[in-house]
């Protein structure tokens, strides 16, 4: 699979592809997360996602994640090493998540955070994240934390009902053209009965009694061809040639004669 073209490469692909590393049955992943709820904070920071591992068996773990799209915006991180720790001290691990390879050049990841690079629509690991020894949660940060589970739960149904909403106007739509094509069908339908009808009063042939549909077409084929006009165009000429016979005869014999001479 060829990796996403840098120019596609959207903070939206990333965290596509970040869902779908951290999938919902061992997850509970939650994007743009502040490090708190009102001012309380000297500042404020926002995670592009954290995600808190589910099962006890995996260590239940929070991560955090960084999402980088451009060279740019890497340097500019690298340049606030104090913006990340706002909300990387609560996590057990740090993650950046690139979107090519070339962000994130040799030498330049801090040793306590880990690297995923995307290729595709997956994320490659590039660098283990190393453990971290986290603080606990305080009531700030777990307040963020929940209000955007609870934003996130009223995006998903805003985006069900609007999904919905679509779907069934996309099937009101697709009825109505069903309904117009059939109407249309049903006119092009009686208008060949029409002319079935006009054929069968003008010949006096019933096409559904004519065993040989085949005979009914191929004499209306030679009425309308060129070998019918030809055809015609000769009786024509023979019938002129015997009516100038018979004028002769009747100069020469007498029209009695003549007469006789033509019948029977």
Known sequence: ???????????????????????????ALLTHVRNGTGWRRSVTRTADAIAMSLWPSRGLELHGFEVKTSRADWVKELADPAKAE?????CDRWWVVAGNAEIVRPGELPPTWGLLVLGGDKLGLKV???????????????????????????????????????????????RAIFELRHQADARRHEGLR?????????????????????AIGAAVAFVLSDEHRVLRAQ???LRGQAARILASLELELGPDVAARGAGP
């Open 235 to 237: 009786l024509e000429g």
């Open 194 to 214: 029409e002319r079935v009808r006009a054929f069968e009063a003008a010949s006096g042939v019933k096409i559904d009694g004519w065993q040989d549909a085949g």
């Open 128 to 174: 283990e994240a190393p453990k971290l020894e986290a603080l606990p949660a305080d009531r700030l940060f777990l307040a963020a934390l929940l209000r955007r589970a609870q934003e996130t739960s009223a995006d998903e149904e805003f985006l069900r009902a609007e999904t919905e909403k679509r779907v069934k106007a996309r099937e009101a739509e697709l």
């Open 1 to 27: 699979m060829t990796d996403v073209p840098r120019a596609l490469a959207t903070e939206s692909a990333v965290l596509a592809a970040l869902r779908v590393r951290c999938p919902a049955d061992a997850w």
């Open 86 to 90: 706002e909300i990387c001290r609560f």
